[in-house]
T-cell receptor, first 115, second 111 residues
Framework: EAQVTQNPRYLITVTGKKLTVTCSQN?????MSWYRQDPGLGLRQIYY???????DKGDVPEGYKVSRKEKRNFPLILESPSPNQTSLYFC??????????????FGPGTRLTVL | DQQVKQNSPSLSVQEGRISILNCDYT??????FLWYKKYPAEGPTFLISISSIKDKNEDGRFTVFLNKSAKHLSLHIVPSQPGDSAVYFC??????????FGTGTSLTVIP
């Protein structure tokens, strides 16, 4: 089944404890992206990747890191999480980069709470 | 600063009637617009899109209208069905890599 998977789905952590949220897609998609969803702010793009080893900042990249060493995986790294990073995170992928007509497929989300 | 705005956080409509969801944007460089639908505990799913060279795109019960001079787009759902109850996000892009989403409108279709 074609899908985008995220792990973990739920995570409660403490301020400053490094964490990684994994994202994997099995559709051989070129483009991948991370978003966060917050009440009253909607979805905001954190980082995106146009291909292996090619990443760029979205609208709200501060406090996050990403890497794209393999086409299928695009982990989101919080080196020193803070409470303002408490949010619902979504990973998405689409077949090609730079093609707005390509549909983005979203993962199920990761609910992160930073205490 | 929010470049894509949805000013109505919620909307309730009777089953069978028309639902109209609105979206405004500020960046005149946006050339492609999309609507996504989101159910609770799931990721958003693509619904319909429109290029800036068009002013209307239709797909079954869903129609998106674009008014470039007003920097406004709207999604019409006719007829509305209870299964349409969800949060709807509009989104815009210039490059097809960086996307700007609105704050979402929660639609409730009352049977």
């Amino acid at each position: 089944e074609a899908q985008v998977t995220q792990n973990p789905r739920y995570l409660i952590t403490v301020t400053g404890k490094k964490l990684t949220v994994t994202c994997s897609q099995n559709m051989n998609h070129e483009y991948m992206s991370w978003y966060r969803q917050d009440p009253g702010l909607g979805l905001r793009q954190i980082y995106y990747s146009m291909n292996v080893e090619v990443t760029d900042k979205g609208d709200v990249p501060e406090g996050y890191k990403v890497s794209r060493k393999e086409k299928r995986n695009f982990p989101l790294i919080l080196e020193s999480p803070s409470p303002n990073q408490t949010s619902l995170y979504f990973c998405a992928s689409s077949p090609l980069a730079g093609v707005p007509t390509d549909t983005q497929y979203f993962g199920p989300g990761t609910r992160l709470t930073v205490l | 600063d929010q470049q894509v705005k949805q000013n109505s956080p919620s909307l309730s409509v009777q089953e069978g009637r028309i639902s109209i969801l609105n979206c405004d944007y500020t960046n005149s460089m946006f050339d492609y617009f999309l609507w996504y639908k989101k159910y609770p505990a799931e990721g958003p799913t693509f619904l319909i899109s429109i290029s800036s060279i068009k002013d209307k795109n239709e797909d079954g019960r869903f129609t998106v209208f674009l008014n470039k001079s007003a920097k406004h787009l709207s999604l019409h759902i006719v007829p509305s069905q209870p299964g349409d109850s969800a949060v709807y996000f509009c989104a815009a892009t210039v490059t097809g890599n960086q996307f700007y989403f609105g704050t979402g409108t929660s639609l409730t279709v009352i049977p």
